[in-house]
């Protein structure tokens, strides 16, 4: 059965912890969620180093997230400098991304920690992680409908938001520095618009039919290839965060919209019903028409939510603290 990571193993003092040494296998070294989760851990006494599956976005075939494209090819070349650096000095594996676990598994010497981030396990190469889950030592996933596919014990440990880059400010001056106009509903859909996963038309048809119901001017603002700190002051800005993805694992842009006090309308998928369970205002539906409703009612009350409250269970320290409790968790079956 799935569960939960051990709270209990969470609060051991960082003074009872030895330094350990991780070596990551990821398929986008630049992602912003990566590079927390690199920073965070450190602060728990751990040191890592990645191998990052070669390849750029100009070979489409196998995608993986950032929107990174590779062939089959890449990820057989991954597996030479993965077992190479296995030979070293290090404490465990951590493959992130279920794609990364083939390599993982093929060095024999150093248990396995594994993250699935989320359509590397419901997307289309879904089958190659689920060969891999039950002979590695731990899994992590994003959210408890993730682990309930799942037929193994599972860690839930959704990526953890910065709190202090993630945070409320005034609307007004946020818009000033967009040059955003004040007299109109702004709508944020943070995502490429060419990822189909994201499902963007469904964005612009919701947006085209609550502005047609309004008597402000409602506006879509899709963003991307922006500072990740920038887009703090976009959530500050906008009247609502709009998801219409069609799977998600835990998103990410849900839980710092959550930190600004950002309203969300979203599609019930991954953890987001259970992110947004206590948030007000904010809107899951499954249907346009839900949808539409949800945002028309998020911009007529013109609020910001209290997800701020929600946020502060989900900052970056928790979750070093909760990934820390895994590895030891490992070591000590390990020994």
């Known amino acids: 059965m799935p569960s939960f990571a051990d709270d209990t193993a969470e609060q051991r003092p960082s003074s009872d912890r030895r330094q350990l040494r991780v070596l990551n296998l990821v398929t986008n070294q630049q992602s912003q969620f990566y590079q927390n989760q690199l920073d965070t851990v450190a602060e728990f006494g751990v040191t890592t180093e990645t191998v990052a599956v070669p390849g750029d976005n100009k070979t489409a075939s196998v995608k993986s997230p950032g929107n990174s494209t590779r062939s089959l ?8 400098p993965v077992l190479r650096k296995s030979l070293g000095e290090f404490d465990i594996v951590h493959a992130n991304n279920g794609l990364t676990a083939p390599a993982a598994l093929l060095q024999p010497r150093l248990p396995v920690v594994l993250s699935l981030w989320g359509s590397d396990l ?3 190469y879904g089958w190659v992680t689920r060969l891999c889950v039950d002979r590695v030592e731990e899994v992590i996933v994003m959210s408890d409908e993730m682990a309930a596919t799942l037929d193994r014990r599972c860690h839930v440990i959704p990526h953890g938001v910065d709190l202090d880059v993630f945070e ?4 007004p001056d946020a818009r000033a520095d967009l040059g955003w106009d004040p007299e109109v509903k702004h ?3 943070p995502y490429p618009t060419q990822r189909p996963v994201k499902d963007y038309p469904r964005a612009r048809r919701v947006v085209e039919r609550a502005d047609a119901e309004l008597t402000v001017p409602v506006r879509l603002h899709t963003v991307q290839g922006v500072d990740h700190e920038r887009m703090s002051t976009y959530m500050n800005a906008a009247d609502s965060l709009l998801l219409t993805s069609k799977r998600e694992g835990s998103p990410n842009t849900v839980k710092e919209a959550l930190a600004c006090n950002l309203p969300v309308v979203a599609t019930d998928v991954g953890d987001v019903r259970q992110q947004l369970a206590d948030v007000q205002p904010s809107a899951v539906g499954t249907t346009d028409a839900e949808l539409v ?8 009350r013109g609020e910001r939510s209290n997800g701020r409250e929600r946020a502060r269970q989900l900052g970056l320290d928790r979750m070093g603290r909760r990934i820390r409790a895994v590895y030891d968790d490992v070591l000590e079956g390990d020994s």
């Open 73 to 80: 090819h890449h990820y057989v070349r991954f597996c030479a």
């Open 122 to 124: 419901m997307g289309k």
């Open 168 to 171: 409320p400010r005034a609307q």
């Open 187 to 189: 709508v944020l859909f």
């Open 293 to 300: 409703t949800g945002l028309v009612d998020v911009l007529e």
